[in-house]
């Protein structure tokens, strides 16, 4: 045999091995698997945006109730003092964990956080409301952002486009979030500013109707919930091949939530909003859901709690300020109105009548007119 015919015949007999020697191999990340892990990087980064732009919107508030209320300068210049770059480290954080959280533990946590929302607002008095919902609204952030990631994944299964879907939705997450946090900076740098001139329509108008935004957000984040939720159950019950199955998970899962929401509400009255309490709390919800699934669940989903765990304290650990500044009694303070008589160029701002007044002190006789 000559030379190119022997070196044919040796390429012939590597191309013919090619397919068999893949076929040995299995365990080689495939197209398909790189694919899904962006997908799921996607779906991270747009709950973790979601989250951003629910942040920055409270700091704003937050900002505007402390400088409504002098008591609270140093609140005020902590808010302020916000670095950018430890923004940017929390949101890539927070991408991970929603990232290899799953959505099998992201759809439990979306349902006991909804649960545990409509028993704490259906308990609220008509005196109370406000307070309690900004409470809900920093406790609320690790499973809005598991919501998010859950609605999209059930939305885009099976859509053709998916990936195309998820970075269109990545720009206009990424669009409302940099507007946000503009918005936050603008507030915090200028508003005290803006509105003793009266020259700027955003912070007037935040002026004017910032003790609306509590409810705007709370209808919002109402909204985002409902859907988590019908995607949430619909995604659990795709793992279910028969009725039995089902009623076999569901039956201890609720037993579980509801006596989670007894116990978070007696806590509630019991202790005051603060940091280690909610701490606290989310240990006890995470444990209670941790011998749930070691019973009903798998193996994968264990590690996907403990990846709960660290993403709810990286979320408080980011709003820690806010959650310190709710613990102080009567705060927010009350909307600061705009009175007719107002000197130009200055706000004057009028107290709430409910609020106690000091009392004249009473004219001796010899200052009494005659």
């Not at 899904?36 to 409270?58: E, Y």
């Not at 704490?120 to 609320?140: I, M, P, W, Y």
């Not at 603008?186 to 002026?207: D, F």
């Not at 995470?286 to 996907?304: A, C, H, N, Q, Y």
Request: glycine fraction near 8%.
């Amino acid at each position: 045999m000559t030379r190119p015919e022997a070196g044919a015949g040796f390429l012939e007999a590597a191309m013919f091995s090619l397919p068999s020697l893949s076929s040995w191999l299995p365990g080689l990340p495939s197209f398909e698997w790189g694919f899904s892990l962006f997908d799921s990087l996607l779906q991270g980064l747009i709950g973790a945006l979601g989250v951003s732009v629910l942040n920055s919107l409270l700091k704003a508030y937050f900002f505007v109730a402390c400088v409504n209320d002098p008591q609270r300068q140093t609140h005020k210049q902590r808010l302020r003092a916000q670095w950018a770059s430890l923004e940017t480290v929390h949101l890539a954080g927070l991408t991970l964990f929603l990232t290899v959280v799953g959505a099998r533990v992201a759809a439990l946590v979306v349902l006991e956080f909804s649960l545990r929302a409509v028993s704490t607002v259906l308990s609220l008095g008509k005196g109370s409301g406000d307070k309690e919902r900004l409470q809900l609204f920093l406790v609320c952030q690790f499973s809005l952002g598991c919501g998010l990631t859950c609605g999209l994944s059930f939305l885009q299964e099976g859509a053709p486009h998916r990936t195309l879907n998820l970075l269109l939705s990545l720009g206009l997450a990424a669009l409302l979030g940099l507007g946000a946090r503009r918005f936050r900076r603008h507030v915090c740098s200028l508003y005290e500013l803006h509105t003793s001139q009266r020259y700027c329509g955003v912070c007037l108008g935040l002026l004017a109707g910032q003790h609306g935004l509590p409810r705007l957000l709370g209808r919002t984040l109402a909204v985002a919930f409902a859907v988590s939720d019908l995607a949430a159950v619909a995604l659990i019950n795709q793992d279910f091949l028969s009725t039995s199955e089902a009623v076999r998970f569901w039956t201890p899962l609720t037993i579980c939530y509801t006596l989670l929401v007894i116990y978070m509400q007696e806590e509630q009255r019991q202790h005051h909003f603060s940091l280690q309490g909610q701490v606290q709390t989310v240990l006890v919800r995470m444990s209670g859901l941790f011998i749930l699934l070691i019973t009903v669940g798998r193996w994968l989903d264990l590690l996907g709690v403990f990846v709960s765990l660290l993403g709810e304290l990286w979320c408080m650990a980011g709003v820690r300020i806010l959650i310190d500044l709710c613990q102080i009694q009567g705060f927010p303070s009350q909307r600061p109105t705009v009175t007719a008589a107002a000197t130009p160029g200055k706000v004057s701002t009028v107290s709430d009548p409910c609020e106690p007044r000091p009392s004249t002190p009473a004219l001796s006789r010899s200052q009494a007119p005659s």
